[in-house]
């Protein structure tokens, strides 16, 4: 494949990218159809594992990378409320995670293996690990969000390393992800792979931006590194809608995150630039209690400077949820 860096080259690879996702779109079609008259049986996975970085984390303590919601009348944590986007997949299927189970369910099926951090390399890791503890079956529900700290470590290495070939860095991590979804889609899982939100429009960004002024623009570069990672990532998976379903973030058509920040009072939104959690409050300690003034935990999109808010979970929770119950699983 031609290495294709800026300019019209990406506009081809970016067209290749919608090219993919159309087909894979057509698949799920065509096999919903049956050929005729026959109705496909809806998927019922009778087990969730959630593989990714804190986007997808649920603490031990049941408390998420987010606003965390608090009993109205207790004060007390309240997990399920503020649900992030594998909490909202995974209670659309009737299950929950051990970490979050406020009615004791017995036996949790839902499995939290993301982890504060992750990047593509330890996602390769847990499926390495995975892959000896059973694998993956026909009735597995793999979530995957993964890549935002791969976009950030290399950001950081910017400029003591060329843009050139951190764009080339970006691309070839997107290429080793998609070959990790495609390891879990051909062992016969299915997954549903959930683009790297555009880090070029997050609070980080914006400060980045303003702070360091010059030649090259602080977060056009970081939504350049998302966009080459995640176009590459989407030219490498394995073309089948029964096996693979392929979140498009940022601009889906239906309300992704770059037609949120575009249009934000189309889609609920007040707030869509800066983080609603008070800087000085870990973000896992994050509750209504502890927004910075004027916040609210449903119209602001951030919840940190590269952590979505609950408004913005639920969106991503939306999006996960439909592909995984249109496609052909």
Same mark, same amino acid.
């Given at each position: 494949?031609?290495?294709?860096?800026? !300019? &019209?080259?990406?506009?081809?690879?970016?067209?290749?990218?919608?090219?993919?996702?159309?087909?894979?779109?057509?698949?799920?079609?065509?096999?919903?159809? !049956?050929?005729?008259?026959?109705?496909?049986?809806?998927?019922?996975?009778?087990?969730?594992?959630?593989?990714?970085?804190?986007?997808?984390?649920?603490?031990?303590?049941?408390?998420?990378?987010?606003?965390?919601? #608090?009993?109205?009348?207790?004060?007390?944590? &309240?997990?399920?409320? =503020?649900?992030?986007?594998?909490?909202?997949?995974?209670?659309?299927? @009737?299950?929950?995670?051990?970490?979050? =189970?406020?009615? =004791?369910?017995?036996?949790?099926?839902?499995?939290?293996?993301?982890? +504060?951090?992750?990047?593509?390399?330890?996602?390769?890791?847990?499926?390495?690990?995975?892959?000896?503890?059973?694998?993956?079956?026909?009735?597995?529900?793999?979530?995957?969000?993964?890549?935002?700290?791969?976009?950030?470590?290399?950001?950081?290495?910017?400029?003591?390393?060329?843009?050139?070939? #951190?764009?080339?860095?970006?691309?070839?991590?997107?290429?080793?992800?998609?070959?990790?979804?495609?390891?879990?889609?051909?062992?016969? @899982?299915?997954?549903?792979?959930?683009?790297? +939100?555009?880090?070029?429009?997050? +609070?980080?960004?914006?400060?980045?931006?303003?702070?360091?002024? !010059?030649?090259?623009?602080?977060?056009?570069?970081?939504?350049?590194?998302?966009?080459?990672?995640?176009?590459?990532?989407?030219?490498?998976?394995?073309?089948?809608?029964?096996?693979?379903?392929?979140?498009?973030? =940022?601009?889906?058509? /239906?309300?992704?995150?770059?037609?949120?920040?575009?249009?934000?009072?189309?889609? !609920?939104?007040?707030?869509?630039?800066?983080?609603?959690?008070?800087?000085?409050?870990?973000?896992?300690?994050?509750? +209504?209690?502890?927004?910075?003034?004027?916040?609210?935990?449903?119209?602001?999109?951030?919840?940190?400077?590269?952590?979505?808010?609950?408004?913005?979970?639920?969106?991503? @929770? /939306?999006?996960? #949820?439909?592909?995984?119950?249109?496609?052909?699983?």
């Amino acid at each position: 494949m031609k290495s294709c860096k800026t !300019g &019209a080259g990406r506009d081809v690879r970016q067209g290749r990218a919608w090219m993919a996702t159309l087909a894979l779109a057509a698949v799920a079609v065509l096999s919903g159809c !049956g050929g005729g008259t026959q109705q496909i049986e809806p998927f019922a996975p009778t087990r969730i594992m959630a593989l990714g970085d804190e986007t997808s984390v649920i603490t031990a303590a049941g408390k998420k990378y987010s606003v965390n919601a #608090l009993d109205a009348t207790t004060g007390l944590l &309240a997990c399920a409320s =503020n649900p992030n986007w594998v909490q909202i997949v995974a209670a659309n299927f @009737g299950m929950v995670f051990k970490e979050c =189970n406020p009615t =004791n369910i017995a036996n949790p099926t839902a499995l939290m293996y993301a982890a +504060p951090g992750a990047k593509i390399a330890d996602v390769r890791a847990r499926i390495d690990a995975q892959f000896t503890n059973g694998g993956f079956g026909p009735k597995d529900l793999v979530t995957l969000m993964v890549g935002s700290n791969d976009v950030l470590e290399l950001y950081a290495q910017y400029p003591a390393q060329s843009s050139d070939s #951190l764009l080339a860095e970006a691309r070839a991590r997107g290429k080793l992800l998609a070959q990790q979804v495609n390891r879990i889609g051909l062992a016969n @899982g299915r997954i549903v792979v959930v683009q790297v +939100p555009d880090m070029g429009l997050t +609070p980080f960004a914006i400060k980045e931006a303003a702070a360091k002024p !010059g030649t090259l623009d602080r977060a056009k570069f970081l939504s350049e590194l998302t966009s080459e990672l995640n176009l590459e990532m989407t030219l490498n998976l394995v073309n089948d809608g029964r096996l693979i379903g392929l979140v498009m973030t =940022n601009d889906d058509r /239906s309300g992704g995150i770059q037609t949120i920040v575009k249009y934000p009072g189309g889609f !609920g939104f007040a707030n869509v630039v800066a983080a609603s959690c008070q800087s000085t409050v870990a973000i896992t300690e994050c509750t +209504p209690k502890t927004l910075v003034t004027d916040a609210t935990a449903d119209t602001w999109l951030w919840a940190s400077d590269t952590q979505l808010g609950p408004a913005g979970q639920q969106r991503l @929770g /939306s999006l996960a #949820l439909t592909r995984a119950r249109n496609n052909p699983f």
